[in-house]
T-cell receptor, first 111, second 112 residues
Framework: GQSLEQPSEVTAVEGAIVQINCTYQ??????LSWYQQHDGGAPTFLSY????GLEETGRFSSFLSRSDSYGYLLLQELQMKDSASYFC????????????FGIGTKLQVIP | NAGVTQTPKFQVLKTGQSMTLQCAQD?????MSWYRQDPGMGLRLIHY???????DQGEVPNGYNVSRSTTEDFPLRLLSAAPSQTSVYFC???????????FGQGTRLTVV
């Protein structure tokens, strides 16, 4: 089957670093994306990894290890506005290419 | 540039009624998807399309129909609404499956 696992909640201190892990299982994997969603809003794209390694975009970085079926999102210099839900999503095959989301990790940044 | 436009934003239906959620994008994207979001369940894929005339089922397709007659529009039809379909529905589009997906603002549907 196809599945993604990520922690449901994470709490971190303003200014600190937090890592949100995601493991996936699928027979046909193309890549892993990360999205941010604030309460009441729509998801917005953060990053996409198709190859192993680290992708950096400002304070956010995303990592993928295809051999371990594992990825993570790293948020540095946390700000209060980073409090949101973060979803990993995999592009996989099954019919045509489709994007399957995890359940999301609710990040709470505390002063 | 409007991006992805969903209508309506809010809707209340009675059990057994049918309705269509509209989704339109002006970015000439081939790839469009419908998701529903329920507390603790993340975003679950209902149906998706990889181009005009091509659709496929996602994880939770039962009770929903889609069609893609144009590149711009991807409506989602609820055939006979049930309380279990109370949810927030998001439409998304992207150039292809492995590029940034743009989401509409969502439709909050309540079935009573």
């Amino acid at each position: 089957g196809q599945s993604l696992e990520q922690p449901s909640e994470v709490t971190a201190v303003e200014g600190a670093i937090v890592q949100i892990n995601c493991t996936y299982q699928t027979s046909g994997f193309y890549g892993l994306s990360w999205y941010q969603q604030h309460d009441g809003g729509a998801p917005t794209f953060l990053s996409y990894n198709a190859l192993d390694g680290l992708e950096e975009t400002g304070r956010f970085s995303s990592f993928l290890s295809r051999s371990d079926s594992y990825g993570y999102l790293l948020l540095q210099e946390l700000q209060m506005k980073d409090s949101a839900s973060y979803f990993c999503a995999m592009l996989n095959s099954g019919g045509y290419q489709k994007v399957t989301f995890g359940i999301g990790t609710k990040l709470q940044v505390i002063p | 540039n409007a991006g992805v436009t969903q209508t309506p934003k809010f809707q209340v239906l009675k059990t057994g009624q049918s309705m269509t959620l509209q989704c339109a994008q002006d970015m000439n994207h081939e790839y469009m998807s419908w998701y529903r979001q329920d507390p603790g369940m993340g975003l679950r894929l209902i149906h998706y399309s990889v181009g005009a005339g091509i659709t496929d089922q996602g994880e939770v397709p039962n009770g929903y129909n889609v069609s893609r007659s144009t590149t711009e529009d991807f409506p989602l039809r609820l055939l006979s609404a049930a309380p279990s379909q109370t949810s927030v529905y998001f439409c998304a589009s992207s150039y292809d499956g492995n590029t940034e997906a743009f989401f509409g603002q969502g439709t909050r549907l309540t079935v009573v």
